[in-house]
């Protein structure tokens, strides 16, 4: 999938003067309603990918107002200063959960990848976006794999003690009980699942 583009918004706060470029563009068209497309995964699970491939297939059938919110541009901006522990993990998905609102509430398209790996995190972000129709895709790529794809190693770290609260090795991943899509990138093309994210996505949003 390295022929599609790969867009990135900005990000500088999760009030009306974030990403405000994108939110005039969705205020311009789209579909029906705006919605939140949020997905949760261990880190090398593919969950980025399969989101970019989503972004891409919105853009190119005409969905104005599509927005990739950038997981480390969050870290480094409205959420700078949080740790990685259980509370600093659930604030920052409950802050991404406001800011894909504010693009929602425009009439655009929010989609996030972070790990997300509670699902008190994950229950946050899908109140913050309440009023909106939101769509919570697991991408369920089993460890060994996520592991054994992990060009940065920082699994490899994580084991080695270098990195703390490290989700699959030092922190834990609970699946959510509540996913409207669930997809394992380990057996599953990355188009055809996104082809499927995005018709789930058209029927709660049009």
């Known amino acids: 999938f390295s022929s599609r583009r790969r867009h990135t918004r900005c990000l500088s706060d999760w009030s009306s003067d974030v990403c405000s470029s ?4 969705a205020r311009e068209g789209g579909w029906a309603r705006g919605g939140v497309i949020l997905f949760t995964g261990l880190s090398g699970s593919g969950k980025s990918t399969i989101a970019a491939a989503v972004a891409d297939i919105l853009r190119d059938t005409g969905v104005r107002g599509v927005t990739l919110l950038d997981g480390d541009a969050m870290r480094r901006t409205i959420s700078r200063g949080l740790g990685f522990d259980r509370e600093g993990r659930n604030t920052n998905v409950e802050r991404l959960g406001r800011l894909a609102a504010e693009v929602a509430q425009s009439g655009g398209v929010a989609i996030a990848a972070p790990i997300a790996p509670f699902a008190e ?5 899908r109140a913050a976006a309440a009023g909106h129709p939101f769509l919570l895709v697991h991408v369920s790529t089993p460890l060994e794999v996520c592991e054994a794809r992990d060009r940065k190693g920082l699994y490899a770290r994580a084991r080695r003690g270098e990195i703390a609260d490290f989700t699959g090795v030092s922190s834990p991943y609970e699946p959510p009980t509540d996913a409207d899509v669930v997809v394992d990138a380990s057996v599953s093309d990355v188009e055809a699942a996104a082809r499927d994210i995005v018709e789930r996505a058209r029927q709660l949003m049009s």
Not at 22 to 25: A, F, K, S, T, Y
Not at 121 to 125: D, F, K, L, N, S
């Open 22 to 25: 994108d939110l005039r563009r």
């Open 121 to 125: 995190g994950r229950a946050r972000a």
